[in-house]
T-cell receptor
Framework: AQSVTQPDIHITVSEGASLELRCNYSYGATPYLFWYVQSPGQGLQLLLK??????LVQGIKGFEAEFKRSQSSFNLRKPSVHWSDAAEYFCAVGSPTGGGNKLTFGTGTQLKVEL | GAVVSQHPSRVICKSGTSVKIECRSL??????MFWYRQFPKQSLMLMATSNEGSKATYEQGVEKDKFLINHASLTLSTLTVTSAHPEDSSFYIC????????????FGQGTRLTVV
C-alpha cells in the first residue's frame, strides 16, 4: 500500500526567507506525486505534480519540488516566502496503475509566515 | 484550467436528516470522481470512487449505506449522508478526472457539513 509522510506538522518562516517542506512516500515503483495547498475552509489547489521526466518540477506561485528516487522524497521548496503563502500544504501520491487520481495524502504541514 | 464545483459550500442539518452534496465538472466530462473526507486539522481520507453509470467503490471502513454515492451523468456525482449524526460533521471534498485520461484530478472547493 502506498503512504505519504510529512514529518513537519507546523513550520514558521519569516517573510522573504526560503522554505522547504518535506515529503517522503512509500510505493513499490515510481508513483505520481503532487503538492496541494489549502487555505482555511477552502478546497485544494494544485501547486505542482510529477509524473516522469525531469526530476525538478516547477509549479505555480514560485514553488518547485524535486523528486529523489533514492530517498523516496518529493520536497517542496520556495526561495522567498510571501505572507500570502501561509496555508496548509499537502503532499499526495497516486498510483499510475490507477490513473494517478486515487490519491493518498500526507497529514499536511501548516505554514505560518512571520512578517 | 478545469473547474469542479461543489454545492453547497456549507450546510447545517439536524441529527437524523439526510444531506446531499453535489460535485459537478463544469467544463469537462468526468468518468470518475472521488470523494474525500477531512477531519479538523487532519488530512484527507478517500471515502469512495464514483464511476459514471456504475456502483461506487468504497474504501475499507466507509459505510456504503450511510454515504450514498450516485454518478448518474458524466458531469455530476452526488454524495448523500443519510441519517446524519454529529460525528458525521466534517469537510467533504470531491475530485474529478477528465474522461480524456489526463492524469490530474481536479478538486472542488469542499463542503462543510455540521450536524446539530
Amino acid at each position: 500500500a502506498q503512504s505519504v509522510t510529512q514529518p513537519d506538522i507546523h513550520i514558521t518562516v519569516s517573510e522573504g526567507a526560503s522554505l522547504e517542506l518535506r515529503c517522503n512516500y512509500s510505493y513499490g515503483a515510481t508513483p505520481y506525486l503532487f503538492w496541494y495547498v489549502q487555505s482555511p475552509g477552502q478546497g485544494l489547489q494544485l501547486l505542482l505534480k510529477y509524473f516522469s521526466g525531469d526530476t525538478l518540477v516547477q509549479g505555480i506561485k514560485g514553488f518547485e519540488a524535486e523528486f529523489k528516487r533514492s530517498q523516496s522524497s518529493f520536497n517542496l521548496r520556495k526561495p522567498s516566502v510571501h505572507w500570502s503563502d501561509a496555508a496548509e500544504y499537502f503532499c499526495a501520491v497516486g498510483s499510475p496503475t490507477g490513473g494517478g487520481n486515487k490519491l493518498t495524502f500526507g497529514t499536511g504541514t501548516q505554514l505560518k509566515v512571520e512578517l | 484550467g478545469a473547474v469542479v464545483s461543489q454545492h453547497p459550500s456549507r450546510v447545517i442539518c439536524k441529527s437524523g436528516t439526510s444531506v446531499k452534496i453535489e460535485c459537478r465538472s463544469l467544463d469537462f466530462q468526468a468518468t470518475t470522481m472521488f470523494w474525500y473526507r477531512q477531519f479538523p486539522k487532519q488530512s484527507l481520507m478517500l471515502m469512495a470512487t464514483s464511476n459514471e453509470g456504475s456502483k461506487a467503490t468504497y474504501e475499507q471502513g466507509v459505510e456504503k449505506d450511510k454515504f450514498l454515492i450516485n454518478h448518474a451523468s458524466l458531469t455530476l456525482s452526488t454524495l448523500t449522508v443519510t441519517s446524519a449524526h454529529p460525528e458525521d460533521s466534517s469537510f467533504y471534498i470531491c475530485s474529478a478526472r477528465d474522461r480524456k485520461g489526463f492524469t490530474e484530478a481536479f478538486f472542488g472547493q469542499g463542503t462543510r457539513l455540521t450536524v446539530v
